[in-house]
């Protein structure tokens, strides 16, 4: 899953950055409100944090311009103005969510995972598809009763893969989704992690879930194709 912070304080935009990527988000970061409409123009985010307060443009004509330009990202805004009038001009304008500074990193996670959720077609933190078992807030997984360890990054691209079951995913899609802006395009770095992907999930076992569609891209199915 990806996501944008707009968020001109350094300190809150890489304190956020950092338990993020922890908790196996890519992020990449606008520091004003202009490069933030760009980034959330060009690039498919499943989630954006808007602070309101910026050195450009303010953070609520952001979120206007975004939802002008179509784009149904989630958005959770980051107010420092504890008032109930900037709360409803924010949903008015098309947040979907907001928090308020000083924030408890612990709710925003969680904000940020059920905002995510809500996109999607799952609706609680563990996702049970055919053998497989996935606690994404936990970061356990297993198949049967086997557990899997996984690194972050095949965490990140299994839940991905889960989120989308079904569905045809090229590795455009993946690399937009599971990378972030430093992704070099031309690597096999997505195949190379699909296959370690499917050494731990599918190599044991008589079904596999990962399925390859010969130069199109990737789909995670427990059916056959
Ligand atoms: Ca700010």
Same mark, same amino acid.
């Given at each position: 899953?990806?996501?944008?912070?707009?968020?001109?304080?350094?300190?809150?935009?890489?304190?956020?950055?950092?338990?993020?990527?922890?908790?196996?988000?890519?992020?990449?970061?606008?520091?004003?409100?202009?490069?933030?409409?760009?980034?959330?123009?060009?690039?498919?985010?499943?989630?954006?944090?808007?602070?309101?307060?910026?050195?450009?443009?303010?953070?609520?004509?952001?979120?206007?311009?975004?939802?002008?330009?179509?784009?149904?990202?989630?958005?959770?805004?980051?107010?420092?103005?504890?008032?109930?009038?900037?709360?409803?001009?924010?949903?008015?304008?098309?947040?979907?969510?907001?928090?308020?500074?000083?924030?408890?990193?612990?709710?925003?996670?969680?904000?940020?995972?059920?905002?995510?959720? /809500? +996109?999607?077609?799952? @609706?609680? =933190? *563990?996702? %049970?598809?055919?053998?497989?078992?996935?606690?994404?807030?936990?970061?356990?997984?297993?198949?049967?009763?086997?557990?899997?360890?996984?690194?972050?990054?095949?965490?990140?691209?299994?839940?991905?893969?889960?989120?989308?079951?079904?569905?045809?995913?090229?590795?455009?899609?993946?690399?937009?989704?599971?990378?972030?802006?430093?992704?070099?395009?031309?690597?096999?770095?997505?195949?190379?992690?699909?296959?370690?992907?499917?050494?731990?999930?599918?190599?044991?076992?008589?079904?596999?879930?990962?399925?390859?569609? /010969? +130069?199109?891209?990737? @789909?995670? =199915? *427990?059916? %056959?194709?």
């Amino acid at each position: 899953m990806r996501i944008l912070i707009i968020e001109d304080e350094a300190k809150i935009s890489n304190a956020l950055q950092r338990a993020l990527i922890d908790k196996m988000y890519s992020v990449d970061i606008a520091i004003n409100g202009e490069d933030g409409i760009f980034y959330a123009q060009t690039n498919d985010y499943d989630l954006i944090i808007l602070d309101i307060l910026l050195p450009d443009i303010n953070g609520m004509l952001v979120c206007k311009k975004i939802r002008k330009s179509k784009i149904t990202t989630p958005i959770l805004m980051l107010t420092a103005l504890d008032s109930v009038d900037n709360k409803i001009k924010g949903l008015d304008e098309g947040a979907d969510d907001y928090i308020t500074k000083p924030f408890d990193l612990g709710e925003l996670l969680a904000r940020v995972r059920s905002l995510i959720r /809500r +996109n999607s077609d799952q @609706k609680t =933190s *563990i996702i %049970e598809i055919g053998e497989l078992f996935m606690d994404t807030s936990e970061r356990k997984v297993r198949r049967l009763d086997k557990e899997i360890k996984l690194s972050a990054k095949e965490f990140a691209l299994l839940e991905y893969f889960v989120m989308h079951q079904n569905k045809v995913l090229t590795r455009e899609m993946i690399s937009e989704h599971v990378w972030d802006m430093n992704f070099d395009p031309q690597s096999n770095v997505i195949d190379s992690f699909v296959r370690f992907l499917r050494q731990k999930i599918d190599k044991d076992f008589k079904k596999p879930y990962i399925h390859t569609l /010969r +130069n199109v891209g990737y @789909k995670f =199915s *427990i059916y %056959e194709l």
